[in-house]
């Protein structure tokens, strides 16, 4: 539990800072804790939450057309990753996935950014992306954040429109896991779930502070710099498990 609450405060600083990173640090504590089924869900629960809860503070800079532009795509790649994980070996598409990120971040740092418009087409496209990468892989942030560098899209913006993005992902994830298997949903006694909520408050309120004290810049280098780690650790858990 320790490391548990640990995890929890410094991904909702990440979060709070750079827009994204709850689930890349959170995750494999949780998972390790309480086992692969009520993992996810519980990481995709406090997920949503922190989202909700940082939302109200930079509402006023989301982007709702972009919103519009990637959801309704993500949940068609959603629908297609899920699909295609019927069909193929989890560690493999995990692997897959991983080298695809790999190249794509490669390939955005070697060019200048800002080289596409953000128009529809190009939001759908990344949305659809993201959305097969959540599936297979869990790895959807790290889609659009490659989307964001390519498409030169101001830090601020992007990290407060991933909030309302990452709300709906997260709970449509939720639900349809606990339908399918009511047994996902996390086991925990009242206490528990309150010092997790206080754990996440505490770091939304370190988050907060930090982000009024880093520049744009700093904050953009940081999500890129999740990016990276969430496609290595992606890699080397589809590795480990060949």
């Known amino acids: 539990m320790p490391l548990i609450l640990a995890a929890i405060v410094a991904g909702a600083v990440l979060q709070r800072v750079s827009g994204i990173g709850f689930a890349v640090i959170v995750a494999p504590f949780v998972v390790l804790a309480v086992g692969p089924g009520q993992g996810v869900v519980l990481v995709q629960v406090f997920g ?3 989202c909700v ?8 800079d989301v982007d709702w057309r972009a919103y519009w532009g990637l ?3 993500s949940l068609v790649g959603i629908a297609i990753g899920a699909w295609a994980a ?4 989890v560690a493999e598409a995990q692997v897959v996935t991983a080298l695809i990120l790999i190249a794509s971040l490669t390939v955005v740092m070697s060019v200048r950014s800002g080289h596409l418009q953000r128009s529809l087409g190009v939001l759908m496209s990344g949305g659809a ?6 599936t297979l892989a869990g790895a959807g942030g790290v889609a659009l954040i490659v989307l964001a560098r390519a498409t030169h899209w101001e830090q601020r913006s992007f990290a407060a429109t991933l909030q309302p993005y990452l709300i709906t992902i997260s709970t449509s994830t939720v639900i349809a896991r606990v339908i399918v298997d009511p047994g996902t949903w996390p086991d925990l006694r009242v206490w528990e ?3 997790l909520v206080v754990s996440m408050l505490l770091g939304l309120w370190a988050g907060t502070w930090v982000a009024r004290r880093v520049t744009q ?8 710099a999740v990016a990276w780690v969430g496609a290595i650790a992606t890699l080397l858990n589809g590795l480990a498990r060949l």
């Open 48 to 50: 949503a939450l922190v």
């Open 53 to 60: 809860l940082v939302l109200f503070q930079v509402w006023k």
């Open 71 to 73: 959801v309704p795509a």
């Open 86 to 89: 019927g069909r193929l070996p």
């Open 129 to 134: 992306v993201a959305g097969v990468m959540t």
């Open 193 to 195: 779930w309150a010092v």
């Open 217 to 224: 810049r700093t904050a953009a280098r940081v999500t890129f």
